[in-house]
T-cell receptor, first 115, second 109 residues
Framework: DSGVTQTPKHLITATGQRVTLRCSPR?????VYWYQQSLDQGLQFLIH???????AKGNILERFSAQQFPDLHSELNLSSLELGDSALYFC??????????????FGQGTRLTVV | GQQVMQIPQYQHVQEGEDFTTYCNSS?????IQWYKQRPGGHPVFLIQ?????EVKKQKRLTFQFGEAKKNSSLHITATQTTDVGTYFC?????????FGAGTTVTVRA
């Protein structure tokens, strides 16, 4: 158990809909990263939050947004969903966002299926 | 931007044999991390290397960071069926934690 909690584990929704994925980081970790992993693909970095502030963006679509709340949990919002958005979405937490202690601990992921 | 290339993409290994997977960058990295993702699972942090020429061992796994800090390797000895999965290298830079495409390892018993 990594200590990172993601909900829901599975999500099936229709094209055009909007969903929210939730992540609770490990106790004490200030950083939350979001990744997308399509079938048999690598981990595509989406966005990083550190202590409530956005720190880095990767290949995140404009239809996607995220935030980190004062209690450090994070949400990833995906809107106007398309079939190609079907993937595993992971969040990971880390003690810091920069420097040495950047090892990331991943949640179990949310499997999103868009039909 | 900075990227890392992992080779090979797939590694088919006979149980008991050794193998090495590589992670290469065209630019100097401040650190390199290795993760393992079992089939159907999530990535699990294995190790971080930060020093030039650093070598770390975890049981049958040996991790190395190149002298120029542009490449890294993971060597597994006496492969077991529990070694099945995808091994990713990753690096942290300017608040991004970026991953290579991974080496997927299968083991023949």
């Amino acid at each position: 158990d990594s200590g990172v909690t993601q909900t829901p584990k599975h999500l099936i929704t229709a094209t055009g809909q909007r969903v929210t994925l939730r992540c609770s980081p490990r106790s004490g970790d200030l950083s939350v990263y979001w990744y997308q992993q399509s079938l048999d693909q690598g981990l595509q970095f989406l966005i990083h939050y550190y202590n409530g502030e956005e720190r880095a963006k990767g290949n995140i679509l404009e239809r996607f947004s995220a935030q980190q709340f004062p209690d450090l949990h994070s949400e990833l919002n995906l809107s106007s969903l398309e079939l190609g958005d079907s993937a595993l979405y992971f969040c990971a937490s880390s003690p810091t966002g920069k420097g040495r202690n950047t090892e990331a601990f991943f949640g179990q992921g949310t499997r999103l299926t868009v039909v | 931007g900075q990227q890392v290339m992992q080779i090979p993409q797939y590694q088919h290994v006979q149980e008991g044999e050794d193998f090495t997977t590589y992670c290469n960058s065209s630019t100097t990295l401040s650190n390199i991390q290795w993760y393992k993702q079992r089939p159907g699972g999530h990535p699990v942090f294995l190790i971080q290397l930060v020093k030039s020429g650093e070598v770390k061992k975890q049981k049958r796994l040996t991790f190395q960071f190149g002298e120029a800090k542009k490449n890294s390797s993971l060597h597994i000895t006496a492969t077991q069926t529990t070694d099945v999965g995808t091994y990713f290298c990753a690096f942290s830079n300017d608040y991004k934690l970026s991953f290579g495409a991974g080496t997927t390892v299968t083991v023949r018993a």
